[in-house]
Structures are given as structure tokens and as C-alpha cells.
């Protein structure tokens, strides 16, 4: 007997075996549960019960989640299927009650409560319902907790047996639709790369017990940006501030953002800050100047220095001011302004500022769409000397710490504290043209473009060639600075609340306590 033969005959064995099984109440809950899944109206539902949770994390397991079944289920469907054209179960369904179950050669009996609608007649392997439930769960596990991709998981794999348990595939087809959606989730990050978690090894001292800090937030004052991205109105996070930190001190800064910051760290014990990464910045120039902690609590879009620090939403902003580990970490300075993610000048600074003009009317998202098409049509390579040396320049970003994803954009960094400026150019000599250099941008993909450098610094000296340089800070666009601007570190210059657990994962670390 050939291999192939000898798999076909244990398939077939195994199918009997499930089809013979007797599962009180699963057999009502099992074909509801596999219809529903058809067409992946299931996956569906669960990303978009995640995505309402408005946390960045369960965002980012729904999207994640959605392309990867957007991948497995052609490939299941449409290639596989085709490829191998192996037919359906032979199967006739019965009611015990109205005869005797009898087995006929190459015929498997299952009973009709199993599957109270018409089977399907498609190909049979492999199984399109288990490649999309395996694809979804492993998406989800990438990104979610374990509290929310274990069940997810379990569903999934409940989803595939019901596949063999109601007659319609062979365990074969559904081992192997779990293998490729498996693939599948696994190679969403081809497309976009995982979150890393928050660096462990980043702090330059130990980490500060801080004192006289009560669990009720007495000495914290918190100035909240209602108009910050998903921040906006201030109508959730204040609530959560006032609840949890009954006696800390809340101000929604509905005028001077930097005043209502410079106001609050004078009489502070602890600066906290809620909005994106724009208002984190001012609370850092803040903090620095009265050489307070700063508690950053993400009220933003995308909160790149929050989630550097290990903190999503404002509950787990709450929970690091109250396990009292503080990290120093990095602090990068460009002329008169620091910033504490990255600086950046070029055609991004004429995008963002596009974009800004725009928000008001459009929304974020959409003015970004609209900016980005306006500058592929009118924006020109910026004439910039860059430590002496004339460039034309169509991106360039200066990172505070190296990151560590290739390409154009800087994502995410392992430290906060190398004391390096990373700096990533993409230049013009070889005119390249505007779409291919945006592109590339958005891509993060190096061999779109042919005049891209990057190196690692612990200064950098830039002038306009023809006048005054704008830079971009953090997102936001600053004041065209005449002469040369120096960009420069100041090492281990902020202290920063993190959670307890990204303190303890990091060997240089003391866990400090409040007392």
C-alpha cells in the first residue's frame, strides 16, 4: 500500500471515529457554530467587538486579524482547493430514532442533527473554515493578551472540529487549513511588523523608590488635552483619572497647553500628562524645568513614546505611578525644542503641516490622505547642509535612541537611553521621483529607493541652504530656525513612570516602591 493510500485509509478512520462520537449538547452548538463562521462572518464580529474596545492593542489584534484572513482564505479557496480538487466526505445523514444505524462501504453515516443545512460542494481540501480560524487566532495571539487570544483560540479550534464533526471535511482537510492560516497570521508580519514589547534593558540608574506619593495621588497634578486624538473631549480618561486618583489634581487645558504644563509641574510632586505625543513633549520640557516626574498617560493617536514606555491606556498609566518604578531615559534636543521621539525635516514637515490645515474640516486620517496626495504633486527636495555637507533631502528623521526596525520610518526602539541620535535620509541626487520617495516612507522598504543613509550620532549640526530650516518635533511643526541648529542628546535627563513589570524585566533594574 502506497504512502498516500495508507494516509487516505487513516483520514478515512479518523473521520469514522469523530462521526461515531457522541457529544451531548454539542451537537446543537457545533453546526451553529460552523455556520456562522462561513464567509468568516465570525472573525468579523470578533475583530470589530475588539476594535470597539478602543484599546491599541486589541486594534491592532483586529486589523492584524482581518489581514490575515484576507490571505488565508483566497489561498484556502481559491488555490488550494482548485490545486487538489479532492472531493467531499461520502456521507448520509440519518435520524437514530427512525432506523438503525447501519454503515455501508465507503459511506459514513452521520446523524441530521449534525447538519440541518445543505452541505457544501465545493472542494474539500483543504478546509477554508479552519485556514481562516487559524489564521484569525494566530493574528490575535501576536497582538492581544493572553486573556483575550486564548479564547480566541479555543473558538478557533472548536470552529475546525466542527468542520469534521458535521460531515463537511476530512480531519486531513482540516489539519491542513490549520498549518496554512497558521502561515498565513505568521506572515502578516511581512506586511507589518509586530509590536515589539516595551525595552527591557534601557535604564541608565536604577530605578527610583519614590517617596511620599500616596496610592489616592496626592501631589500628582494632570493636565489632559481634551482635543489630543482619541483624546478628544477628555470625556473618558478624566473620569478614569478622577476615580482611581481621587486626590490628584486634574486640569483639562482647554487654552495654553504649555502654560497649563508650566503652571502645574511648579507645584507638582509628580507631572502627569494625557494626550499624544505633541503634548507628552511639552510635559516633558515642563518636567525637566522643575525636575519632577513625569506620569504620561496616552490620550493620543498612535502614542509612540507611551507604548516605548510599556503603557497602552490609562488604567496601566495608573498602575506604574503606583508600583513607583521610575526609569530615566533619554532626552534629544534640535535648537530650542526638544523632542523625545524623533525630529525630522523635508517633505514630512510640509506633509504634517499640510495635514494640520486640513484636520479641522476632514478629520486626521483623512487630511493625512489629502496631504500626502498634495505633496506628492508640489513638494521639492529640501536644500539642507547636514554637518557641513550640502544635501537635497526629500525625508529625513532623527531618531532620540536607535531604533530598531529597517527602513525609512522609525518604529521602535530597544533602549531609551544609548545616549545616540539615529539618523535615516532619503536623499534626491539621483532623482528619484516624489511617488517613489513617499513610497518608501509609507513602505519602510530600503530598495525603493536608491540614495537612502542612515548612521547613529551624538550630535548633528543642520542649516538651510536657502534661508531658515522648519523642523518637525514629535509630530509637530516648530518655528523655522535660522543658522545652524544643533541636535544634540541630554543622556538619562527625564524620569519617567513604567510598569513594574518592564522595570523588573531589565537586568540594571531595582524595583522601587512607594512609601
Not at 490620550?299 to 505611578?321: K, M, S, V
Not at 521621539?341 to 486640513?358: I, K, P
Not at 554637518?387 to 530598531?404: E, H, K, L, S
Request: with cysteine; glycine share 10%.
Amino acid at each position: 500500500m502506497s504512502l498516500l493510500n495508507r494516509a487516505r485509509e487513516l483520514d478515512q478512520r479518523a473521520f469514522d471515529a469523530v462521526a461515531a462520537a457522541k457529544l451531548p449538547g454539542l451537537e446543537y452548538v457545533l453546526p451553529r457554530l460552523s455556520r456562522i463562521a462561513n464567509h468568516s462572518v465570525l472573525w468579523g464580529g470578533v475583530a470589530g467587538s475588539l476594535a470597539l474596545t478602543r484599546q491599541p492593542r486589541m486594534r491592532r489584534a483586529a486589523l492584524r486579524g482581518a489581514i490575515a484572513v484576507g490571505l488565508a482564505s483566497p489561498l484556502a479557496n481559491l488555490v488550494g482547493k482548485q490545486a487538489f480538487r479532492r472531493p467531499r466526505p461520502l456521507i448520509e445523514l440519518f435520524t437514530p430514532s427512525a432506523r438503525p444505524r447501519v454503515t455501508r462501504t465507503g459511506v459514513t453515516l452521520i446523524p441530521s442533527i449534525r447538519s440541518p443545512w445543505r452541505l457544501p460542494t465545493s472542494p474539500s481540501f483543504p478546509s477554508g473554515h479552519s485556514a481562516s480560524a487559524a489564521a484569525f487566532a494566530t493574528a490575535v495571539a501576536m497582538e492581544a493578551p493572553a486573556a483575550v487570544a486564548v479564547p480566541v483560540g479555543v473558538t478557533a479550534a472548536t470552529v475546525a472540529f466542527s468542520r469534521i464533526y458535521t460531515g463537511a471535511h476530512y480531519p486531513g482537510d482540516v489539519l491542513a487549513g490549520i498549518a496554512l492560516g497558521t502561515v498565513a497570521g505568521l506572515g502578516t508580519r511581512l506586511l507589518w511588523p509586530t509590536m515589539p514589547g516595551p525595552a527591557s534593558s534601557r535604564w541608565t540608574k536604577p530605578v527610583e523608590a519614590v517617596r511620599g506619593l500616596s496610592e489616592d495621588g496626592e501631589g500628582v497634578v494632570v493636565v489632559v488635552n481634551p482635543g489630543a486624538g482619541a483624546n478628544s473631549g477628555g470625556r473618558d480618561v478624566t473620569r478614569v483619572l478622577k476615580e482611581r486618583l481621587p486626590a490628584a489634581e486634574i486640569i483639562e487645558a482647554d487654552g495654553d497647553l504649555q502654560t497649563a504644563l508650566k503652571d502645574a509641574a511648579g507645584r507638582a510632586t509628580v507631572l502627569g500628562a494625557c494626550g499624544g505625543d505633541g503634548t507628552i513633549r511639552a510635559a516633558a520640557a515642563a518636567a525637566l524645568d522643575q525636575r519632577v516626574p513625569l506620569l504620561v498617560i496616552p490620550g493620543g493617536t498612535l502614542n509612540h513614546f507611551a507604548r516605548a514606555l510599556g503603557i497602552e491606556t490609562a488604567a496601566e498609566a495608573i498602575a506604574a505611578y503606583r508600583s513607583g518604578c521610575i526609569a530615566r531615559v533619554d532626552v534629544g534636543r534640535a535648537g530650542n525644542e526638544i523632542f523625545l521621539n524623533t525630529a525630522s525635516f523635508g517633505a514630512y514637515t510640509e506633509l504634517v503641516q499640510r495635514r494640520e490645515r486640513l484636520e479641522g474640516r476632514l478629520g486626521k486620517w483623512p487630511a493625512l490622505a489629502v496631504a500626502a496626495v498634495r505633496v506628492l504633486r508640489h513638494s521639492e527636495p529640501a536644500d539642507v547642509y547636514v554637518d557641513g555637507r550640502r544635501r537635497r533631502v526629500w525625508f529625513a528623521f532623527i531618531g532620540n535612541c536607535r531604533y530598531g526596525a529597517r527602513g525609512v520610518t522609525p518604529t521602535w526602539r530597544g533602549r531609551l537611553d544609548d545616549g545616540v541620535l539615529d539618523v535615516r535620509l532619503i536623499g534626491a541626487k539621483r532623482h528619484i521621483s516624489r511617488t517613489r520617495a513617499v513610497a518608501a516612507l509609507l513602505v519602510g522598504h530600503l530598495r525603493l529607493v536608491p540614495d537612502y543613509s542612515t548612521w547613529s550620532a551624538g550630535k548633528l549640526e543642520l542649516e538651510g541652504a536657502h534661508g531658515a530650516l522648519r523642523l518637525t518635533r514629535d509630530g509637530e511643526v516648530g518655528d523655522a530656525e535660522e543658522g545652524t541648529v544643533t541636535v544634540t542628546k541630554a543622556p538619562a535627563a527625564l524620569a519617567v513612570f513604567v510598569p513594574s513589570a518592564t522595570a523588573a524585566a531589565s537586568a540594571q533594574t531595582t524595583t522601587g516602591r512607594l512609601h
